[in-house]
């Protein structure tokens, strides 16, 4: 038997639109940009000049302070422009892709004989460690320290996730090899969170790892609340973490010998005709999935990644790499709502008992009603004030953090304080739900991630 | 709604920067995101859609639940009125006198506060807030009905400037704002706060419900009496010399502050407060439950005088304790934070106010002080809850290091 760990803090929004189990097709696009910006903190050195050919695994620009760490092309083929903005700030790196793939050759190194150290500067050289995640600061791992564990959580529980267990089909071998790599990077444990109570998942099968499984609502399958739980971070110690499909990246390198970066993203949300999965590469352009399968006629938000963490992406961007979710949701300027604080809007979903929602939501009127179809835009539905209500950001956050606390010593920019409060043990994701259900309307996610920003900055 | 929004968007442009009545600009703002929900949308990074509950809604549930403490203190008034002068009137001329005679102070204290907002954030070029709107809501409940309205006048305007703004506006102040208010009139103007004359209309309201007093009629609070009291009995009576006991407090056809008499009108707005969640059940138990705690103590080992003789239920229905400890000790803002920090917070409030009320004479009313005096200390209690979290962390960290 395995942990298992329950808590009933936490949210789950209930909005329309999940992807059927369904790969529609692939959808690569013919032109594909890698996006500095998209992996944070990097200070990007371009490697490549226009013209230039690639390959999938040819690095195309590296970390100024890592020089070692390389961001890889996912596709062979010619780079048609190093794109710059304002004070020469580098925006992309377009690649026009071949119609058949070619691979850079590591030359199928085994794992068996590999120590960790080697592991260690294949994936580093490979262009796989961007995938490799630490806390604190919620950044790439710094290749130079040792993690004292390593989490993945095989279950998302955010809005509409896309569901691991159907997208990891048939590829649980490349899962397993992903988790013995990693399992020479730490002198601990390398821990897989698993959903509870989710028959047949293939996920307890998974071998070399320290199982826990997890009940409640959403975050609970976010990894840095799993931490919390586990194995908490201290002032000094760091943890890494790796996405489901990111560990495949690492289990077809060390199995094929070469960087195979394809991945199932779902794309979701009320305003998609057809929700569904799609096989992909990070950097294709967002355009391809949308285009004929939204709703028309209102203005749309695209999101990267799920709509309470994600990022907002205009039409002709590009898929963000560790993004496993496209969202679309009405925009929402077009509409303007009469008295909307004083109405009743039984078509909006509220944590709070100051709407009809939780009443609707009971047995006995779902009966009378139906499912009531909730309406989303992307207004914050209200003016942004100081925090007022207490006690409303705990009830969303299932970790050991008093996050008023926390927040406040964040605004202020208390470095002291944010150590002492848990500073080191919170990601921008892990707060979302807090922005959700904030009556102040606080960019909370924003204010932790320039926190975290600012620590790492002071303290490193 | 159509014209309505086409007409804000047609005028939009005069309150705008370079506009002819830019300095009216946070009025307008006021009242079109009054009218309308922003249409302000969630930035690139962070959450994209957002639950629909914002302070507008949060401070109007407050005042719908002030409502009924409202209306049978409008009741109160006027019955208290026609009582005094020895008329017999029906219901709506009794409720009638009342709605005249509260009106004015509702108006002047909301158009001082809000005046007063407008101008702040026009300053600060801000959005303006809805903090007092509660404020202005409560000023009124919680002062005698022969406060001079000019006095009302000074006082909110010296507690929303001096215990609000200058802090940074709602949910940056240290003291409940609306009962800053009452302490100044308290500290300011003692004549008009207590004493025997000040707790019932005896003149006319807007010129309405003229008459003169009959004779052998004493205006004095039934805490008032306990508190001048000549012997150790605790005996109250009501303005002609009947005995009052419990349930003349709860039902609260009773000398006192306009809002505070009845417990059956604070009960119905406790309920609306609980169940939508917006007052802590945790702050408001733990007041109650503090003074009846210190009401026994004091009943069972207090001195031989006839406040502490006081029956420690009848220190609940009686005097503001109930409206503070509904209204006001809740206020999130200058309550605790922390959920242990609220138990603490709120016993401490309900003893303090029976330990005003017991042992001062000077204040027969002990719960407006209890809670400004804890107000202080809520930031303190919160330190060291949040310190138990800090120091956890910290031996965590020194055992992992073993």
């Known amino acids: 038997m395995t942990n298992v760990i329950k808590t009933t803090k936490g949210l789950d929004i209930p909005i329309d639109g999940a992807a059927q189990k369904m790969i529609e097709r692939t959808v690569i696009s013919d032109i594909v940009a890698l996006v500095p910006d998209y992996y944070h903190g990097i200070i990007p050195k371009v490697l490549v000049r226009a013209g230039d050919r690639v390959k999938a695994g040819t690095p195309v620009f590296h970390d100024k302070i890592h020089e070692n760490l390389n961001i890889v092309s996912p596709v062979s083929g010619k780079v048609l422009a190093v794109n710059r903005g304002e004070k020469r700030k580098l925006i992309n790196i377009t690649i026009e892709r071949d119609v058949v793939n070619e691979y850079e050759n590591f030359g199928h190194p085994s794992l068996e004989s590999l120590s960790g150290e080697e592991i260690k500067s294949a994936l580093l050289k490979a262009g796989i460690w961007p995938y490799i995640k630490q806390r604190p600061y919620d950044v790439i791992a710094n290749p130079n320290k040792t993690p004292k564990s390593i989490f993945i959580s095989s279950f998302d529980t955010a809005p509409l996730a896309p569901d691991y267990n159907f997208i990891l089909k048939g590829q649980f071998a490349d899962f397993q090899t992903g988790i013995d790599a990693l399992a020479k990077l730490t002198p601990g444990k390398v821990h897989l969170g698993v959903k509870a109570n989710v028959p047949s998942n293939e996920f307890l099968k998974v071998k070399n790892v320290e199982i826990t499984e997890y009940e409640g609502p ?19 110690e760091v943890v890494w973490t790796v996405n489901v499909q990111d560990m495949l990246y690492i289990g077809r390198f060390f199995n094929k010998g070469i960087i195979d970066l394809k991945k199932i993203i779902a794309l979701t949300g009320p305003e998609v005709i057809e929700p569904k999965y799609y096989t992909t590469l990070p950097g294709t352009a967002v355009a391809p999935f949308i285009n004929g399968n939204v709703h028309k006629g209102i203005p749309l938000r695209y999101i990267l990644g799920n709509v309470i963490s994600g990022i907002k992406v205009d039409i002709n961007d590009f898929i963000d790499p560790y993004a496993s979710q496209i969202f679309v949701i009405d925009e929402g300027t077009e509409i303007h709502e009469f008295l909307g604080w004083a109405m009743p809007r039984l078509n909006k979903f509220s944590a709070t008992k100051l709407f009809f929602t939780p009443l609707l939501q009971k047995k006995f009127f779902k009966k009378i009603f139906g499912d009531i179809k909730f309406s989303y835009d992307a207004r914050i539905l209200g003016g942004r004030r100081a925090i007022i209500m207490s006690n409303e950001y705990d009830r969303v956050l299932p970790m050991d953090i008093l996050p008023e606390y926390l927040f406040k010593a964040m605004i202020t920019g208390n470095i002291d304080k944010m150590e002492a409060l848990g500073g080191y043990e919170i990601a921008p994701e892990d707060v979302a739900l807090c922005e959700f259900v904030c009556t102040s309307k606080l960019p909370l996610q924003l204010i932790v991630r320039e926190a975290l920003d600012m620590m790492k900055k002071e303290l490193e | 709604m159509n014209a309505l929004r086409n007409f804000m968007d047609k005028i939009k442009p005069y309150f705008e920067k370079g506009g002819k009545l830019e300095k009216l600009h946070s009025v307008y ?28 809604r949060t401070m109007s ?3 719908v639940a002030l409502v009924p403490a409202l209306l049978f203190g409008m009741y109160n008034v006027g019955y208290q009125h026609y009582l005094a002068i020895g008329q017999d009137v029906n219901f709506w001329t009794e409720f009638l006198f009342g709605f005249l005679a509260v009106l004015p102070y509702i108006v002047v204290s909301y158009a001082v506060g809000l005046g007063i907002e407008f101008i702040g954030a026009q300053i600060k070029g801000e959005e303006i807030q809805e903090g007092f709107l509660v404020t202005g809501f409560l000023i009124p409940l919680i002062i005698p009905i022969n406060t001079p309205l000019w006095m009302v006048a000074v006082a909110t305007a010296f507690a929303v400037i001096f215990a609000k703004e200058v802090f940074g506006g709602t949910g940056m102040n240290i003291f409940n704002v609306a009962l800053v208010a009452r302490a100044f009139l308290f500290f300011g103007y003692p004549t008009h706060m207590s004493g025997d004359s000040v707790w019932i209309r005896t003149g006319t309201a807007l010129g309405f419900g003229g008459g003169n007093v009959v004779d052998a ?17 605790p005996h109250i009576t009501d303005t002609f010399g009947h005995s009052l006991g419990f349930w003349d407090g709860f039902v609260g056809l009773i000398p006192g502050s306009v809002g505070e008499t009845s417990i059956i009108a604070i009960m119905l707005g406790a309920f609306i407060l609980l169940i939508t969640e917006v007052a802590s059940w945790k702050t408001m138990l733990s007041v109650f439950f503090g003074g009846a705690l210190m009401g026994i ?5 207090g001195p031989d005088t006839a406040a502490a003789h006081f029956p420690w239920y009848n220190h609940l229905v009686f005097g503001g304790f109930a409206f503070g400890a509904v209204f006001m000790a809740t206020d999130p803002v200058t309550s605790a934070r922390t959920e242990k920090g609220k138990w603490i917070y709120g016993l401490l409030i309900g003893c303090l106010a029976i330990i005003i009320r017991v042992l001062n004479p000077g204040y027969a009313e002990g719960m407006m002080l209890a809670i400004l005096l804890m107000n202080i200390f809520a930031p303190l209690i919160d330190f060291y809850v949040v310190d138990a979290n800090v120091k956890k962390r910290i031996s965590r960290a020194q055992k992992s290091i073993q």
């Not at chain 2, 103590?297 to 080992?301: A, D, E, I, P």
């Open chain 1, 218 to 236: 959403h975050p609970i399958g976010n990894v840095g609340i799993q931490i919390n739980h586990v194995d908490p971070i201290n002032k000094g």
């Open chain 2, 29 to 56: 703002d006021g009242f079109e995101t009054f009218l309308f929900v922003p249409t302000t949308t969630a930035p690139k990074y962070g959450s994209h859609i957002h639950d629909p509950v914002d302070t507008k």
């Open chain 2, 61 to 63: 549930t407050v005042i």
């Open chain 2, 217 to 233: 009629f004493s205006g004095a609070t039934p805490l008032g009496q306990i508190a001048t009291a000549s012997t150790s009995v």
């Open chain 2, 297 to 301: 103590v004091f009943n069972l080992f």
